[in-house]
T-cell receptor, first 112, second 114 residues
Framework: QKEVEQDPGPLSVPEGAIVSLNCTYS??????FMWYRQYSRKGPELLMY????GNKEDGRFTAQVDKSSKYISLFIRDSQPSDSATYLC????????????FGKGTHLIIQP | NAGVTQTPKFQVLKTGQSMTLQCAQD?????MYWYRQDPGMGLRLIYY???????DKGEVPNGYNVSRLNKREFSLRLESAAPSQTSVYFC?????????????FGPGTRLTVL
């Protein structure tokens, strides 16, 4: 079993819908959780980050972490065609310079 | 402020050829990383350098070598390319002291090994 599982999609929703993206993980030592957005043929860019369990909101985006279930989510409200991209979850055990463990990414399509 | 730059953008190699992928960052970051991205596999860490003068293996280091030339530059070398190394390679950098260690990615190098 891969450490981080993420449904690759594609996930296609109409403009204005609420989008829910999810990842599950197996390593209970992960403490730092991130969501990256990647447009086609571009590098990933950091969208949201959270530490341990809880919620974090930034504009139309909300990140949730449930460490007891080893489950993280990203919600996008009032989705726009410009949100169409691949969303990658990433996580790390501790602070410092270690690399990130990524999910495979979910390809999201927002239909105008 | 260009962020993280990578050269070349595209490369086609024949099996057994060697090449070096270059990465540079202008954000004065201490840490730098090399990842590869394959369809259905996500991003996987090849090597990283926590600070100038140090390098460590990641998840998939076999077939690669790295050099942290100075604080700005971190290169990835394929000594004898194989078709299994066909991938998109991303370099990233971060400030080790930052709590979330946000990693900033370059635009990637698309490598095809025939």
């Amino acid at each position: 079993q891969k450490e981080v599982e993420q449904d690759p999609g594609p996930l296609s929703v109409p403009e204005g819908a609420i989008v829910s993206l999810n990842c599950t993980y197996s390593n209970s030592a992960f403490q730092y959780f991130m969501w990256y957005r990647q447009y086609s043929r571009k590098g990933p860019e950091l969208l949201m980050y959270t530490y341990s369990s809880g919620n974090k909101e930034d504009g139309r985006f909300t990140a949730q972490v449930d460490k007891s279930s080893k489950y993280i989510s990203l919600f996008i409200r009032d989705s726009q065609p410009s949100d169409s991209a691949t969303y990658l979850c990433a996580m790390r055990v501790g602070g410092g310079a270690d690399g990130l463990t990524f999910g495979k990414g979910t390809h999201l399509i927002i239909q105008p | 402020n260009a962020g993280v730059t990578q050269t070349p953008k595209f490369q086609v190699l024949k099996t057994g050829q060697s090449m070096t992928l270059q990465c540079a960052q202008d954000m004065n970051h201490n840490s730098m990383y090399w990842y590869r991205q394959d369809p259905g596999m996500g991003l996987r860490l090849i090597y990283y350098s926590a600070s100038e003068g140090t390098t460590d293996k990641g998840e998939v280091p076999n077939g690669y070598n790295v050099s942290r030339l100075n604080k700005r530059e971190f290169s990835l070398r394929l000594e004898s390319a194989a078709p299994s190394q066909t991938s998109v390679y991303f370099c990233a950098s971060s400030e080790k002291a930052a709590q979330y260690n946000e990693q900033f990615f370059g635009p990637g190098t698309r490598l095809t090994v025939l």
